[in-house]
T-cell receptor, first 115, second 116 residues
Framework: AQKITQTQPGMFVQEKEAVTLDCTYD???????LFWYKQPSSGEMIFLIY??????QNATEGRYSLNFQKARKSANLVISASQLGDSAMYFC????????????FGKGTRLHILP | KAGVTQTPRYLIKTRGQQVTLSCSPI?????VSWYQQTPGQGLQFLFE???????NKGNFPGRFSGRQFSNSRSEMNVSTLELGDSALYLC???????????????FGPGTRLLVL
């Protein structure tokens, strides 16, 4: 079974609009971390935002926020006021602290920002 | 502070050869992980090193190996290359042991390996 599911293979969004990238995860652990990474065409993975399973507040980093719904096992990334430079692949990832600590990535969502 | 560096950035090899990739973590980071990224399989975890010891290993054959040096620099080696080993190999470093609080991994630019 997939541990991380990103249901949107690709998305097209108009510049300046907000965009939500979906991520659901599967774990029986109580302690885990959720991450979002951005991968431009250059290939480098850029860390965007982190949410711990015990964090009560949704994480925010500038234009990025993570909509964490623990009961639904959902960790959607919200990008406000999208920019052309946001066009990239976005990966959701999880680390289960009490297991083998391997970070597991979803298949990714390719985001295209239209001018 | 300099980021994670990987060398070489691009590599072309032929089947049966072996290859060694290098990764220098962010200064002060002691944990280094390696990932293979292919269009078909996505991002897959290879292994993680901390204090020169392998802590975790993904589901890859023994042809894939790695090591970490006392300065936290890491190398991964692939022996007897196969066509399917063509991929982007990413290295990531984090401050300390994984599983303790927020262990964000910071990635290098990757090494693109093409096996002919």
């Amino acid at each position: 079974a997939q541990k991380i599911t990103q249901t949107q293979p690709g998305m097209f969004v108009q510049e300046k609009e907000a965009v939500t990238l979906d991520c659901t995860y599967d774990t029986s652990d109580q302690s885990y971390g959720l991450f979002w990474y951005k991968q431009p065409s250059s290939g480098e993975m850029i860390f965007l935002i982190y949410q711990g399973s015990y964090d009560e507040q949704n994480a925010t980093e500038g234009r990025y926020s993570l909509n964490f719904q623990k009961a639904r096992k959902s960790a959607n990334l919200v990008i406000s006021a999208s920019q052309l430079g946001d066009s990239a692949m976005y990966f959701c990832a999880m680390r289960e602290v009490n297991r083998d600590d391997k970070i597991i990535f979803g298949k990714g969502t390719r985001l295209h920002i239209l001018p | 502070k300099a980021g994670v560096t990987q060398t070489p950035r691009y590599l072309i090899k032929t089947r049966g050869q072996q290859v060694t990739l290098s990764c220098s973590p962010i200064s002060g980071h002691r944990s280094v992980s390696w990932y293979q990224q292919t269009p078909g399989q996505g991002l897959q975890f290879l292994f993680e090193y901390f204090s020169e010891t392998q802590r975790n290993k993904g589901n890859f054959p023994g042809r894939f190996s790695g090591r970490q040096f006392s300065n936290s620099r890491s190398e991964m080696n692939v022996s007897t290359l196969e066509l399917g080993d063509s991929a982007l190999y990413l290295c990531a470093s984090s401050l300390t042991l994984t599983g303790v609080g927020q262990q964000t991994q910071y990635f290098g630019p990757g090494t693109r390996l093409l096996v002919l």
